[in-house]
């Protein structure tokens, strides 16, 4: 047995959330009264790594798993739905 994409019922299709991790990370970070540059010097990345996070281009799972950790955290509090 087969499915094609044609023939899945749309009516039934469930919307699934976007996570944002992004605005997740953002909003812990500033939670514990971090700069950027403090956050960084925390774990362990560059400041622009931690940016690139904040602004939603980079999604690395070990640098979330270093920033949670530095913000003493679980790592699911970052990516949980």
Known sequence: MSISLNSLD???AMVVPVIDVAAAVK???ESVGYSVDDLAVTCGLVVG???DIESGDDADP???KRIAAALQMPL???VAM
């Open 49 to 51: 790594e931690i940016q």
């Open 10 to 12: 749309k009516s039934k």
């Open 62 to 64: 070990a640098k979330l």
């Open 27 to 29: 909003t812990a970070r």
């Open 76 to 78: 699911a509090s970052l």
